[in-house]
């Protein structure tokens, strides 16, 4: 019984990451033709900032328009990374065609996010930086580390680019 890749999860961290993150798994997807998922994982708020917010902000609507607010401001972020990724990168666009590349935006410890997310849409693999840019740094940052540990799925981790 052979288990082919179907869905690939790209994970952008929105820091400097998406390019090579991306070229990674657009690769991936056109050589194997999976599907192409892309995900950023919002961190949540720390519960002494969200109380302090429901203190001051007594309207729970104007509160959950603000918390909402920043979910879509990442949203925005992601879009135009991948628009720059495709500006950048034509011959990839023109090789990935009209095939259609998924997006979403999620709130929570990232690496949960990220593996639960991954399992909840059948991903066959993930694809994220490795977010250690010094030499003597380990191979990858808590985030990584974390899908890692939590994923049931092979993790390409993407190092950071020698520039």
């Not at 708020?45 to 328009?65: A, C, F, H, M, Q």
């Not at 991903?123 to 930086?129: G, Q």
Request: glycine share 8%; aromatic share 4%; with cysteine.
């Amino acid at each position: 019984m052979t288990h082919g890749i179907r869905r690939i999860l790209c994970c952008l961290g929105l820091r400097g990451d998406c390019d090579p993150v991306l070229d990674r798994a657009v690769g991936l997807s056109l050589a194997t033709g999976a599907e192409l998922h892309v995900l950023h994982a919002v961190k949540s708020l720390s519960n002494d900032v969200v109380n302090t917010l429901k203190v001051n902000i007594r309207d729970r609507e104007v509160l959950g328009g603000l918390m909402q607010q920043r979910l879509d401001q990442a949203g925005a972020d992601l879009d135009r990374c991948i628009e720059t990724f495709w500006q950048q990168h034509p011959e990839l666009c023109e090789a990935y065609g009209d095939r259609q590349l998924s997006r979403s935006v999620l709130e929570g410890y990232p690496a949960s996010v990220i593996a639960h997310f991954a399992k909840r849409t059948g991903s066959d693999m993930i694809v994220l930086a490795a977010n250690k840019r010094t030499f003597t740094a380990t191979y990858a940052g808590k985030v990584t580390k974390g899908v890692i540990k939590r994923a049931r799925v092979p993790v390409v981790v993407v190092p950071a680019s020698r520039e």
